[in-house]
């Protein structure tokens, strides 16, 4: 008797019906999600394994989702901080040289000639590279502030709300995030010519 | 303001996360210091290059790939984050108000030491997922990326 009163509430969706929203939700910020993962992780093939690891987690966890937030907020805070586990778990920082693999996680850097007569994309590709391996000779922590704040274009507080700790810490991580960014690029003799000196 | 003070402020200035009196206070003083001026322009170019940075291409079939793995997976999910209670009528709550009076009665003489997951009847399972709850609210489950204890992780 007591327990024909109590009942399970039944569930707002089917499993069918959240499957669907799902694949909605990856359609739409799939991309972004590459984005990012791409330069956190510096090469493709990472970059797949973790966007991949962030979308299971976010799935695996989608009944915790706060449905008033953005979905693409949620998923960076997961992968951010797959990221630094990852890296954490390496037990140690992947310091790319010269001789490690190029954003396809195979081939080498290719560094093209200042004097060829490249086009624009080329060229753009050619000046994206140090600074994809200058990202990638920084800690986590740092790298992540300062893709966050640079190219996602978050403000600290987002920031500091996706990596779940304080503005005050967000602010630090990004100035000394800098400061490592500039004294790498300088050592790889980075053209002067974009300002950096 | 100090120049070293000015220096450490540079970033958050050119991010403009500075309180309104900060920012005017550094820009009084870039406008009269060429040393930090140059630092700030530096900075900025550096800040303009990475947001500069071309979009990374996109493997072909991700988008395909990514669904397949993850729905993939849809067996083991749950739907809801909680089993609730539906309201069952004040009837209802006197009967639960009783039975959790004799329950802790129950308890209270038989109960020698432990906590509710020490208890004889709670299933390891369960005391799993209560341990996992509160990790879940402190960010050190799988879902704040940082791993789990070795004692926990050992169970499914």
Same mark, same amino acid.
């Given at each position: 008797?007591?327990?024909?009163? &109590?009942?399970?509430?039944?569930?707002? &969706?089917?499993?069918?019906? =959240?499957?669907?929203?799902?694949?909605?939700?990856?359609?739409?910020?799939?991309?972004?999600?590459?984005?990012?993962?791409?330069?956190?992780?510096?090469?493709?093939?990472?970059?797949?394994?973790?966007?991949?690891?962030?979308?299971?987690?976010?799935?695996?966890?989608?009944?915790?989702?706060?449905?008033?937030?953005?979905?693409?907020?949620?998923?960076?805070?997961?992968?951010?901080?797959?990221?630094?586990?990852?890296?954490?778990?390496?037990?140690?920082?992947?310091?790319?040289?010269?001789?490690?693999?190029?954003?396809?996680? &195979?081939?080498?850097?290719?560094?093209?000639?200042?004097?060829?007569?490249?086009?624009?994309?080329?060229?753009?590709?050619?000046?994206?590279?140090?600074?994809? =391996?200058?990202?990638?000779?920084?800690?986590?922590?740092?790298?992540?502030?300062?893709?966050?704040?640079?190219?996602?274009?978050?403000?600290?507080?987002?920031?500091?709300?996706?990596?779940?700790?304080?503005?005050?810490? &967000?602010?630090?991580?990004?100035?000394?995030?800098?400061?490592?960014?500039?004294?790498?690029?300088?050592?790889?003799?980075?053209?002067?010519?974009?300002?950096?000196? | 303001?100090?120049?070293?003070?000015?220096?450490?402020?540079?970033?958050?200035?050119?991010?403009? !996360?500075?309180?309104?009196?900060?920012?005017?206070?550094?820009?009084?003083?870039?406008?009269?210091?060429?040393?930090?001026?140059? !630092?700030?322009?530096?900075?900025? @170019?550096?800040?303009?290059? /990475?947001?500069?940075?071309?979009?990374?291409?996109?493997?072909?079939?991700?988008?395909?790939?990514?669904? !397949?793995?993850?729905?993939?997976?849809?067996?083991?999910?749950?739907?809801?984050?909680?089993?609730?209670?539906?309201? /069952?009528?004040?009837?209802?709550?006197?009967?639960?108000?009783?039975?959790?009076?004799?329950?802790?009665?129950?308890?209270?003489? @038989?109960?020698?030491?432990?906590?509710?997951?020490?208890?004889?009847?709670?299933?390891?399972?369960?005391?799993?997922?209560?341990?996992?709850?509160?990790?879940?609210?402190?960010?050190?489950?799988?879902?704040?990326?940082?791993?789990?204890?070795?004692?926990?992780? !050992?169970?499914?």
């Amino acid at each position: 008797m007591f327990m024909s009163m &109590v009942r399970e509430k039944p569930p707002a &969706v089917t499993a069918a019906q =959240r499957d669907a929203l799902f694949e909605s939700l990856i359609k739409d910020s799939h991309k972004q999600a590459f984005s990012l993962a791409y330069r956190l992780t510096g090469n493709s093939v990472e970059a797949e394994d973790l966007v991949q690891e962030a979308f299971l987690r976010a799935y695996r966890f989608f009944h915790r989702y706060d449905r008033s937030l953005p979905f693409t907020s949620w998923l960076y805070r997961i992968m951010t901080n797959a990221h630094i586990d990852n890296v954490r778990r390496k037990g140690r920082l992947k310091t790319l040289s010269l001789e490690q693999g190029g954003p396809d996680g &195979v081939t080498t850097w290719e560094f093209a000639d200042e004097s060829a007569n490249a086009d624009d994309l080329i060229q753009q590709q050619a000046l994206d590279e140090p600074l994809q =391996r200058a990202l990638g000779a920084m800690t986590a922590e740092f790298r992540t502030a300062v893709v966050l704040a640079d190219i996602e274009g978050l403000a600290y507080e987002e920031i500091a709300e996706v990596m779940n700790t304080s503005v005050g810490t &967000v602010r630090s991580r990004i100035h000394r995030g800098r400061k490592q960014l500039r004294s790498y690029l300088l050592k790889i003799n980075y053209p002067a010519s974009r300002g950096i000196h | 303001m100090q120049c070293n003070t000015i220096l450490s402020k540079l970033s958050a200035y050119l991010d403009q !996360e500075l309180a309104g009196f900060e920012m005017i206070a550094l820009r009084d003083h870039l406008s009269g210091c060429s040393q930090c001026r140059q !630092e700030a322009e530096t900075l900025q @170019s550096l800040k303009r290059a /990475f947001s500069q940075m071309s979009a990374p291409e996109v493997p072909f079939g991700l988008e395909q790939r990514l669904i !397949e793995r993850t729905l993939g997976t849809s067996a083991s999910v749950p739907l809801v984050s909680r089993p609730r209670l539906r309201t /069952f009528g004040v009837l209802g709550y006197a009967t639960a108000v009783a039975a959790a009076l004799v329950i802790g009665v129950a308890l209270g003489m @038989s109960r020698t030491k432990g906590g509710p997951a020490d208890a004889p009847g709670v299933s390891q399972s369960i005391a799993y997922d209560i341990r996992h709850d509160q990790m879940f609210m402190s960010s050190t489950d799988p879902l704040s990326g940082l791993a789990l204890p070795q004692h926990l992780a !050992e169970h499914p």
